[in-house]
């Protein structure tokens, strides 16, 4: 191997990485998985000339030059490449190291670089920032600035862009939907267990309707939860933007709050992203340079109890709930969920689960819609077509619900659902289960 | 010089790629051993806009190279010497399908298994199925004749296509073929499939669609090695049942299958397992399985299997589909090599084949579509490694002789391309080559299109 291995390779991380862009055998069988090469078509755009090109960077063969960045950024980092490799190219973790190592210290320096690089390390960690970025579109809103500003074409006047990107805004919801979890709320019935649950960063501000869902289901079904006191950021949105030791910090600050709940017998995670980004805690940590062997253990002991609540409840066994939803709903898996956690089924079992739903198919139902991280703000014209397609499935789908895992895609889906004007709920699987024990 | 300007009004700027890294990013098809960086690859729309695209290119005088999924095993879409990619993946529009008169038309760059996909709801199916058939597009399985495990029974590409649009080399628009039975006149659709992207592009092809079977029975048979397996095929052959598939694989590919996400649950401990499978009619379709299931237990079989369901069925093929895939666990680069003996002459080539891979101290695992004779040795090298690569050239030109020498020839499937272009004298004398690169030189007299493929050049080289 020594001699085999070229000049750019300095550290034993690296050498792992490279290891791993060697295990593609350049057969394409990926290409139909990826989103973006569909769009796009460009070799460079999908998941076999991405490896290329990484293990190009690796060998110097190529410099990370505007085009690499380009094509290496408009991945989603979907990771639908993965399951699909026979050679099992473990794509994600590649691309999350060439995000960080290689394509970080070769950007064009400036404001969008900085403010991106801010976004990346710090929001997600401080409730603060995110609650006045809250309190700032709920006013957008509330003034009906949003819609002075559609009426009139404002931001197309400025840039195509920017009125893209407004479409894809959140709708902050009331107050309150926005009041955090108790710290401990008990089981109900027999009991079956004690959990630890992840509001996640952004969720309580947007989504803290599911997570008190998730909560009330956890509860009825015997399990009791507890929350980490602290507001906590898993790290997933740092690593997704090559933000490593940022995500390292958070990892071990997330492995801390959770140990300070005491024994427990899952963590839980409602989040299809953050889940994945948890149950990867311990090679997170290994491949760090400079994390000590006691916090690697930790981390591999703390991801070994990770969960996505869907996988837990239908592991746990499901009790029936006594009441009946009727909707028909189509299930969109979380790209975080199918693909980097595998979980396929336990959704769908959990939403059998409830009287009187019907599940229709949809069609690419493990299709990404475009909210990969933040992409639909870095890429807004890309995120756009690609969910746009995944509207029109949803349409033929005829479906008065859609469910789907990830607080990500909830939004994204509520706004393409918006955009076309279409009379589809968007909710969570735990939310319809919810209902269905009232 | 490259029509920059031109070339961006037709398909758009951001189809015309030029950045040495994008470059890059197109040197090598799934041959990664053959390797060339075009000056330029362009993503034309369709029929119009590649054939506008060419003109472009012809009056500049420069050489091109169409290029599908590029999974080409044999160097087929490798860009010439300064020359561009005319890359179809943007044309993948199923533009008609017709169930009643079963034939679908589809633009070249479609995937192969999307056209069974959408003929599926109707009963139908396209029957070509290359093991890369979700990815490879219809214009390559054109190109190179592609077949796959049901070829054994309802035959290539070639059987299957009706009528085609293709755009000639100076940009004109040839449309040959129709849906009817037997047109009249030259069959050019007949003529250019298996050309190797040598003599015009296509961009539209009207393809016959298969009345999907009733039913299906697979089943599994476990051998100590290959050799058993290749006996248990003659013996099901000699029998007078007709499989519509009969798959061979040796215990190195077994293994790496199943340390893959295609594990198939085939078992681990033989050497060899062998794929059969009937299709038709439900009655005969019961009996023919059991009767291979009887044939094969007289020979020394380790263990036999009947698919119990489709989903079972399909865990079984997607281990085979994935099979070249997995052996990238095994090492950095592969090397599917593919040539065709008369099937009697399968056990002894095979024991050749092994014999020839120890003697250059090369890793290989076999795959074969014993039905048709088609050998599939896979080689798993290093290309970083000269001495390696070197060793891996010269097993497959042994390899190749051997297979010749059984009366056999130098390709079942992948196409000659560059990586097997001066082997043609093995088995073409050249004159007869000479007719072939006069066809060629009708459509493509410039010999601007993927011109160093196929055929040697008129001064015959030595291997
Ligand atoms: C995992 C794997 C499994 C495979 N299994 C099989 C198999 O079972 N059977 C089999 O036959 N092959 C198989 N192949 C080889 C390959 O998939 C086929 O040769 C396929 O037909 C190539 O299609 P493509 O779109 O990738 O073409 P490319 O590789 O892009 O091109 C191949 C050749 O076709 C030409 N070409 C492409 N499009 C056009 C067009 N529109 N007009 C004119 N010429 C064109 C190119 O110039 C080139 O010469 C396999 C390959 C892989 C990687
Ligand atoms: S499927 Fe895997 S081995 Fe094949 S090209 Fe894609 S990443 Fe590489
Ligand atoms: S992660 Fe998703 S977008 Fe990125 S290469 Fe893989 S399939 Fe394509």
């Known amino acids: ?438 | 010089m490259l029509p920059l300007e031109r070339l961006r009004r037709i398909v758009g700027a951001e189809h015309v790629l030029l950045a040495p890294e994008e470059m890059f990013a197109y040197e090598c098809d799934a041959l990664t051993w053959l390797r060339r960086r075009p000056a330029a690859v362009v993503l034309p729309g369709g029929t119009a806009e590649t054939a506008e695209v060419v003109a472009a290119l012809s009056e500049a005088a420069l050489p091109f190279v169409a290029r599908g999924a590029g999974t080409g095993l044999s160097g087929g879409a490798l860009c010439p010497e300064g020359g561009v990619v005319i890359e179809t993946a943007r044309m993948k529009r199923l533009l008609s399908l017709d169930p009643w008169n079963r034939f679908a038309l589809v633009e070249c760059g479609t995937p192969n298994a999307e056209v069974s996909r959408a003929a599926e709801p109707h009963g139908l199916f396209f029957a070509p199925d290359p093991s890369s058939q979700n990815v490879c597009t219809i214009g390559g399985n054109i190109a190179e004749n592609a077949g796959g495990p049901h070829t054994y029974k309802y035959g290539a590409t070639a059987r299957h296509v009706l009528a085609l649009t293709a755009v000639l080399p100076d940009g004109r628009v040839l449309r040959t073929g129709s849906p009817l039975a037997d047109p009249p006149g030259y069959d050019l659709a007949g003529l250019l499939v298996g050309t190797e992207g040598t003599c015009a592009i296509g961009t539209e092809a009207t393809l016959k669609l298969t009345p999907l079977p009733r039913a299906v029975e697979t089943l599994l048979f476990a051998f100590r090695g290959v050799a058993d397996a290749c006996s248990a095929v003659q013996r099901v052959i000699s029998s007078g049942l007709e499989p519509c598939t009969m798959e061979v694989m040796d215990g190195a590919t077994i293994a790496a299958v199943e340390a893959s996400v295609n594990a198939a649950g085939y078992p681990r401990d033989a050497g060899a397992v062998l794929i059969l499978e009937f299709d038709g009619g439900d009655a005969a379709v019961a009996e023919s399985a059991e009767r291979a299931e009887r044939l094969c237990r007289e020979l020394e079989v380790l263990a036999c299997e009947r698919a119990r369901d489709r989903a079972h069925r399909l865990k079984l093929w997607k281990g085979r589909k994935g099979a070249f895939g997995a052996m990238g666990r095994l090492a950095p680069d592969l090397l599917v090599q593919d040539a065709v003996v008369p099937r009697s002459r399968l056990p002894e080539v095979v024991a050749r084949v092994l014999e020839i891979g120890r003697e250059h101290g090369i890793r290989m695992s076999n795959v074969l579509h014993a039905g048709d004779g088609n050998l599939h040795p896979n080689i798993s090298y290093d290309r970083r490694d000269a001495d390696e690569t070197r060793r891996v050239l010269a097993a497959c030109a042994g390899i190749l002789q051997a297979c010749v020498e059984a009366g056999g020839t130098l390709s079942g499937e992948h196409g000659i391309g560059l990586e097997k272009r001066d082997y043609m004298s093995l088995v073409f004398g050249e004159e007869d080559l000479e007719r072939m690169r006069a066809v060629r030189d009708v459509m493509n007299g410039r010999s601007l299109l993927n011109p160093d493929k196929v055929l040697p050049a008129r001064e015959p080289k030595t291997p």
């Open chain 1, 1 to 438: 191997m020594s001699d085999l291995a070229p000049r750019q390779i300095r550290s034993r991380a690296d050498l792992i990485q490279y290891g791993r862009a060697l295990d593609c055998v350049h057969c394409g069988l990926c290409l139909p998985a990826c989103p973006t090469y569909d769009l796009l078509a460009r070799e460079g755009t999908g998941p076999r000339g991405r490896v290329y090109l990484m293990r190009g960077l690796a060998e110097g063969e190529i410099l990370p030059a505007a085009t690499v960045l380009r094509d290496l950024d408009l991945c989603l980092v979907c990771r639908a490449c993965e399951p699909v490799c026979p050679s099992g190219v473990r794509f994600g973790e590649m691309m999350e190291f060439c995000r960080a190592h290689i394509l970080e210290p070769a950007r064009p320096p400036g404001r969008g670089l900085r403010l991106r690089r801010f976004a990346a390390r710090n929001i997600f960690n401080h409730p603060a920032l995110l609650r006045a970025l809250a309190a700032f579109f709920l006013l957008y809103d509330r003034l009906g600035l949003r819609r002075l500003l559609r009426t009139y074409g404002v931001l197309q006047y400025f840039s195509a862009d920017l009125a893209l990107r407004d479409a894809f805004l959140p709708r902050v919801p009331r107050w309150s939907e926005r009041r955090r979890l108790p710290h401990r709320t008990p089981a109900r019935g027999a009991t079956r267990g004690r959990v630890a649950l992840l509001e996640g960063c952004v969720a309580p501000f947007l989504l803290g309707r599911v997570n008190h869902a998730t909560a009330r289901v956890l509860s009825h079904q015997g399990f009791e939860v507890l929350v980490p006191r602290k507001h906590t950021c898993c790290g997933a949105l740092s690593a997704h933007f090559g933000q490593l030791a940022a995500a390292r910090a958070a990892a071990l600050r997330t492995i801390d709050a959770f140990q300070a709940l005491g024994p427990v017998d899952a963590v839980i995670s409602n989040s299809a992203g953050c889940g994945a980004m948890m149950k990867d805690y311990g090679r997170l940590l290994e491949e760090a340079e400079g994390a000590s062997a006691a916090e690697v253990r930790a981390a591999h002991g703390f991801a070994a109890r990770v969960r996505d609540v869907t996988e837990f409840l239908v592991d746990q066994g499901i009790r029936p709930p006594p009441g009946r939803v009727e909707a028909r709903v189509a299930y969109a898996a979380a790209c975080h969920l199918a693909h980097a956690q595998r979980v396929t089924e336990a959704p769908l079992e959990l939403l059998r689960a409830v009287p009187g739903l019907e599940l229709v198919p949809l069609e690419r139902a493990d299709r990404c819609c475009g909210a990969g991280g933040l992409y639909n703000a870095l890429h807004p014209r890309e995120s756009l077509a690609l969910l746009e397609a995944r509207i029109q499935d949803l349409k033929r789908s005829g479906a008065d619900t859609l469910a789907t895992a990830n607080p990500g895609c909830l939004l994204q889906w509520s706004a393409g659902i918006e955009r076309e004007g279409l009379a589809v709920e968007v909710v969570h699987p735990v939310e319809l289960f919810d209902r269905a024990m009232r």
